[in-house]
Every structure is written in C-alpha cells, then in structure tokens.
C-alpha cells in the first residue's frame, strides 16, 4: 500500500475572516448586486431634483425662491400703500364697563392733532405715517363685535386701570379665538386717575391677562400718554396685519356708506349700494352676497366709486376732494350667474319601492313551516293592527291632572326621542297596553282619551300654572341628566318590550357582522328630504376648482367699488346705523345650495349643560349663522372603514371630538365653526363647542345603535341559557343569525328556544361566566333633522327676507361640474 498524504480537515475558524464595512449605506457593488441587472425607472418629473447640481443651479434656484417669497409680500402689503391704498381696519374693543370705545379713538385722534368728525366708523389720513387707518368703535355688543374681528385687521382691546374685565370681555375673547385672532394690541385707559407707583403693577397685571388669551403679546400701551398713543398708530401702520386663511377665501367688504333706490313697482324692495374697499378675494358679478339677517342676494353690477380724501384739521375744518369717476367693473353674465335656488325639487314618483324577493318570502314560509305550533307568529299575534289603548286614570281626575301622570310601566325612551320620521318608534308608554293589574291597586279607574282638550279654571290655576311649570321643567332637567349619566355608563342599552315583539318593535334595524366592513348602501331607504339637497361625486377636487375660479376675473382686492346688489328689502335701510358696522360678504359657487354639512368640533370644557342629539343650536360657520338641529356622530381618527359607518352620539360629550352633521347650505374652505345655545340675552349666548369644517358627503351613514343585553341562566361548558333579551319564542329565532358578544369578549351564536318566556341556548366559543353580560347589537341609520333657518339678530329689529327659490330641474346628481 502506498502511504498517502496526510490532510487536515478544513475548517473554518482557522481562515480569515475580514470585518465587515461599517456603513449605513451600501456601497455600488453592493447595490448592483442587489438589483441583479434590474434597472429602476427615473421620474421624469422629479428628474432634474434627483440629479447633481452645481453651484450654478443651487444660486438660480435660491434667486427663484426669492423672488417668490418678495412677490408675495409685496401681494400682501401693496393694497395698503400710497394716498390711495386701502385702509387698515382697527377695530376698538372695550372689555371693561367703565372704559369706552368711543374715547379710544379720540386720544387717538387727538395724538396726531385730529378730532373725529363723527361717531361711528371713521377715517384717520395723516401724512406722517402715510397710511389710512379706519377705526370702529364698538359697543358693547356681542354680534357686533363679532363681525367686525371677522373684517378687522387689528384688534384694539381696551381695559381698564381701576376695574377688571368683566365676564362679558372674557366671552368677546373666548368667542374671537375660536373664529380666528387678527393682529392684537393690548391698551389700558384711566391710568391717570390712579396712584403713579402703582402703574407698573397695574401693567403686569394686564399683561399677565392678555397672555393668558395671546401669549405673543409683549406690551399694554397706555392711552392717557400721547406718545405711546402715537406708537399705537405707528405700530399699526408699519406692521403687516396677520393673514386668516378662511377669511382671505372669500370675498368681503365693509360698508362706508348705504344706498337704496326703490323699485317703482314694489317700494317695499329696490336696489342696495354699498360702498367700501373690496377685501379677500376677488368680487365677481356672477356670484352672490350674504347680509346678515336677511339671506344671499344677487348683484346687478360692481361700479367703481370715486374716493374721497379727507382732511381733517384742528383749524381747517372738513374738506372732501373727490377722484376719478364711476366706471362699470363687472357685470353678471346671462346664463352663469347664480340664482336663488337653494333647495332642489324631489320626485315624488321616484321614490324607491322596496318589496321582498320570491327567495326572501319562501325562506319566511320555511322558517315558519320548521316552526313548533305553538312557536308560530299568529299563535302570538294578530295580523289586525292593535287599537290604540286609553289611557287608565283614578276615577274622577280631570283631563288637566291626567296630563301629569306618568305610566308605571316606563318603557325606554332613549331609542324613540327624535326621531319623528320613524313609524316603528313612535310607540310611546301610552301606545301599549299596561303590563299591571289596576283592579288590584285598590283604586278606581276610568278610560280618559287623550284628545279631549283640558278644562281650564283661570281663576283658580292662574296663580298655581307657574309653580307646575317650574316643577315640570325641573323634572325634564333631572331627566335629561339622568340620561346623560346612564348613556356614559351603560352606552345603547335598551330593554325589549315584555308586551310587543322585540321584532315588531325593533323592525328598522338591523345586525351587522362587522360595523367597519359590512356592507352598507348609502343611497337605500333616503328620506325625502334628501330629494331637496345637491350632492357633488367629488367633494374635494369641486372644492379646488371653485376656489381658484375665486381669483380669477373680477374685482381685484383694495378696489374702492360701490356693490349694487339687486331684490333688497327696504327693511335694510330702515335698520341701518351708522353707528354699528354693515359688512357685506361674497359667496363662492354652489355656497348657496342646501346639502349634508360634516363639522368635527371639540365640546367647551366651561360648558355644564346636557347637549342632546337634535337639540336647537345656533351655528357660526364663516360669515353665516344659522338655526340648526345637529345630529352627533364619532369622530374615527384610524380610518372610516371600507362602508363608511360611523356610530351615532345621543350626546356631546366632553373630552373627545365629535361629528356634527346638519342640514346647511354648503360651505368651502377651512371654516371655523362655533356652536352656541340660546339664552335669551343677545349678549350672554352660551358657548357649546367649537371646531372647523369637515365636508359635504351626505353618502356618511351614521348609524344607531342598540344593545338588547340577557344573563346567563345556566352555564354548562361552552353552552349556556341565556333569559331576559327577549320575552317571547319567536323574537329569538328571528334574531336566530345574529352573533352574540359579551361584555368580558366572548362571541356565540343562538343555537335554540327553550320554553315560551324568551328563554334560549346559545353556543359560545369559550365558557362565559355567570357575572358576564350577554348583548346583541343591532344598527338603524339616522338622518338629520330638517329645519334650518337664517339666525336673527334680535337686536336688529326687523324679520328676515326669504331670498330663497325651489329649483326646478337640477337633480343631485347634476351638481357636480368636474
């Protein structure tokens, strides 16, 4: 044998292993390695970003940028320049009683050695800061306040050195920060009349408190020293005023003087002119104006108007000197100009019939053949419709007294409150039959009808009705919190009627295998108030298009034009003052159509009343305020889900955002929406929630939802008997295919009825405890309520003009113009 080399096994551990390259990048071997011959494609449109630049794109590209940015301020602060600039808007504010608006504006007057010609809105020209500034002075009035921070381009607020703000200040600056805050400056009047070494201490102090509401202020300027009076206006003059993005959307204007010239066939209406300065975006003839208290209007024509310079001197007097002359800007174009017709006229006879298919009805036929005899629905019901039962009254109660008693057997009315469109829940306590023994209580009884109207004795219950409406109203209050509180305990649970068919009762509703992903129709079983609404297949994208048309075209911004708008009531200028500012808004295209409007809002933490689900509310959105009655749905943050279903709120709650979803007319932009209830007191409105625009989609299902809950009778393992979800056998095979949870996470399935109670077995997938809560969730879709109306201002002293029309052939889908 011949002798072999000897070989050592290979291993590994005796061979070189190199560290690998520490770099959080791979190099480009690596990277070609990788693709394997794989080549990725290059966007063109992001090309020339991606590639290397040189020092000579870098530079062009920041010289782009520049000039970008310059152009756009010069945009912002040109309409202010020269001797025919537009006017900065200053809005003065009083925020304590003592101290006065009025007074403001004639230190400010007086620093620049001016005195005001009149009361009201006035005009300051001085040639030493070569800017027109337009004060007004405002009462202290809630809505006028309000309108004229939404105009203003500075706020003045002025407080006082020997009293502190009052609660109403507090509201006026609660309610601007939740429309949007314009430039802020903080002054302090009767300074003089206090101690001098207690000035500083006074300043901090107002300081702090202007903080509190607008951290960026640094200073609170003293009005009874002329030279901070005199920075005041500087300040105002070389600062630019700060942009409000949903106020710079929309066009606007605020009135310097008013016109009217009668319509010779009908004085009661005529033309309106108003002249000012055109602010926001571009005036278009085509589109509509909103005036506060009276509705939209259509406008004949935009003229120039001729400006008027003003002089105003200690010695001299008054003088006027007018330019240029009247010249047509635009005038609506037959054809495209939008009407009055907010709501659209439904077909009747397009309404949906909705019958039962062959299938449907034989599986109904099965399932009853497979019935036990005794289980069968006409064992248990008459095909009859029930009469209506009278009501059981002690003998001898008048009809006034029977008024004031409540049923013992109390049936839950959470489910059936405002909803007047549903037959199915408009089975109140006095529609079933009582459930107890009358002849057993002791007491005689009487059938009282309802119909009959109450006896009245005023000489008797004259003194007495205040007393039991008090009380009345006492008992609705507690009841209504008491709901609140059991809705946030035990959220949707209701009990099955012992007297009437849980299927009978609960006919609108249905069961859902997943609330996120089951399919739903949005266009199923509409009421016919959605017949009267406009609807857009693409909301956004409509929204894009009509805010860019609103710069195009027009009347520029900072033009001094005179709007003629046409079909004006005369009550307007029977109304008008001088004294209190008129501002005149535009209407972007289709803002005047009625639709389905989604507001997110946040509930006022301040707030302690109960807001319940289609409560009267009064809505500020933008420039408009209306009288609605919301419905409140969630707010799902992690997505709507593939069906769009969202789960309604019987109330607004604290400490989450909510949905609220109104019958409106439709709105564009980020609009902030304010939500407050009615006091009684123009100047004391109760501040409910606040929150922004959402959209228009009436195709957002908004869901009911009602929990039938029943206890564990026996638990064997995985099955159990289950009593007191329903009362009688055939409730609980129809609800047979409805999937049963718990409250601990358990899901079943009903698997049989045991006996003629409402007992049934179900199956469940792990063993349920006897503590545990079985509950079937059941779904109805709600719509909101229809009724919402132009808000008045009481204070205006006149009824609002319907400026609305019915459209005579515009169907839903025809809104949409993309």
């Not at 201002?793 to 809104?815: F, I, K, W």
Request: proline share 5%; glycine share 4%.
């Amino acid at each position: 044998m011949s002798e072999q080399p000897h070989q050592h096994r290979s291993n590994t551990k005796l061979k070189q292993q190199n560290k690998p390259f520490k770099s959080k990048h791979l190099s480009k071997s690596s990277l070609r390695d990788k693709a394997k011959g794989k080549v990725e494609r290059v966007s063109v449109k992001n090309q020339s970003t991606r590639g290397v630049s040189n020092r000579t794109d870098r530079r062009n590209t920041a010289r782009l940028l520049q000039q970008k940015k310059r152009e756009e301020f010069f945009r912002k602060t040109k309409i202010f320049d020269g001797k025919n600039g537009t006017p900065k808007v200053v809005a003065v504010v009083a925020l304590c009683a003592d101290v006065s608006a009025d007074d403001a504006v004639a230190k400010m007057f007086a620093s620049v050695d001016q005195v005001p010609p009149n009361k009201g809105t006035v005009l300051m020209t001085t040639d030493r800061f070569k800017q027109k500034l337009q004060f007004v002075p405002l009462q202290r009035n809630y809505i006028d306040i309000m309108d004229a921070a939404k105009v203003a381009d500075f706020i003045l607020f002025v407080m006082s050195a020997v009293e502190e703000v009052d609660k109403f200040g507090e509201m006026v600056l609660s309610g601007i920060q939740s429309q949007g805050v314009p430039s802020v400056v903080a002054a302090v009047s009767n300074l003089g009349i206090t101690p001098a070494k207690k000035h500083s201490d006074i300043r901090k102090s107002l300081l702090s408190f202007t903080n509190h509401f607008f951290p960026e202020e640094a200073k609170v300027h003293a009005l009874d020293n002329a030279a901070e009076t005199v920075n005041i206006l500087r300040m105002i003059a070389n600062q630019l005023p700060r942009s409000i993005t949903w106020r710079d959307t929309h066009p606007y204007m605020l009135a310097e003087s008013l016109a009217f010239d009668e319509n010779p066939s009908d004085p009661s209406f005529g033309t309106l002119k108003v002249t000012g300065y055109a602010r926001g975006t571009h005036f278009q003839a085509n589109r509509l104006v909103h005036l506060q208290n009276f509705g939209d209007f259509q406008l004949e024509k935009i003229t120039s108007a001729p400006i008027l310079h003003r002089s105003i001197h200690v010695s001299n007097g008054n003088s006027m000197d007018a330019e240029a002359t009247e010249t047509v800007l635009d005038a609506p174009v037959p054809g495209e100009q939008d009407d009055l017709a907010a709501e659209n006229e439904p077909d009747l006879l397009a309404n949906e019939q909705t019958w039962p298919t062959e299938e449907e009805l034989m599986e109904a036929e099965e399932r009853v053949k497979n019935m036990d005899p005794r289980e069968r629905p006409e064992a248990s019901f008459n095909s009859a419709a029930p009469k209506k039962a009278a009501r059981r009254v002690p003998k001898g109660t008048s009809n006034y007294q029977a008024a004031w008693i409540i049923d013992s057997d109390h049936e839950s009315d959470e489910d059936m409150e405002g909803e007047d469109e549903d037959e199915d829940d408009r089975m109140d306590d006095d529609d079933l039959p009582s459930a107890h023994n009358d002849e057993d209580s002791g007491e005689e009884y009487e059938d009282l009808e309802e119909t009959e109207e109450p006896a009245k004795n005023e000489d008797i219950y004259e003194d007495e009705l205040e007393d039991e409406e008090e009380a009345r109203q006492y008992a609705e209050y507690l009841a209504r919190d008491k709901e609140n509180r059991d809705d946030m305990e035990f959220p949707d649970e209701v009990e099955a009627p012992m007297d009437v068919a849980a299927q009978v009762r609960f006919a609108r509703y249905r069961a859902l295998e997943s609330f996120r992903t089951s399919p739903w129709d949005p266009y199923e079983n509409l009421p016919l108030d959605y017949g009267r609404i406009f609807q857009f297949e693409n909301f956004r994208r409509t929204k894009h298009r009509v805010m860019n048309q609103a710069n195009e075209g027009g009347v520029l911004p900072g033009t001094h034009i005179t709007l003629q708008i046409a079909n004006v009531p005369r009550t307007i200028m029977d109304t008008y003052s001088p004294s209190r500012p008129f501002i005149v808004f535009g209407l972007l295209q289709y803002e005047h159509k009625m639709g389905v409007i989604n507001f997110v809002v946040n509930r006022d933490a301040e707030y302690t009343g109960v807001i319940k689900a289609k409560d009267p509310l009064v809505l500020h959105c933008g420039f408009r305020r209306f009288v609605v009655r919301p419905i409140f749905s969630q707010n799902t943050r992690n997505g709507k889900g593939t069906n769009n279903v969202h789960k309604s709120e019987r109330f607004l709650q604290h400490g989450r955002s909510t949905v609220v979803t109104v019958y409106a007319p439709i709105q564009f932009g980020n609009l902030p929406v304010v939500l407050t209830k009615d006091t009684g007191d123009v100047n004391s409105p109760a501040l409910v929630a606040t929150g922004t625009l959402m959209d228009a989609d009436p195709r957002r299902i908004i869901a009911k939802r009602i929990t039938l809950t029943g206890h564990p009778f026996k638990v064997h393992k995985r099955s159990a008997t289950i009593r007191f979800m329903f009362f009688n056998p055939d409730d609980v095979w129809y609800y047979k295919s409805v999937e049963l949870r718990t409250k601990l996470g358990r899901t079943g399935h009903i698997k049989e009825s045991l006996g003629t109670h409402g007992y049934f077995k179900a199956q469940w997938d792990q063993q349920i405890s006897m503590q545990d809560t079985v509950m079937m969730c059941l779904y109805k879709r709600v719509y909101p309520k229809w009724g919402t109306s132009l808000w008045i201002n009481p204070d205006a002293g006149h009824v609002a003009t319907t400026a609305t029309a019915t459209a005579s052939s515009t169907t839903v889908e025809s809104m949409d113009m993309d």
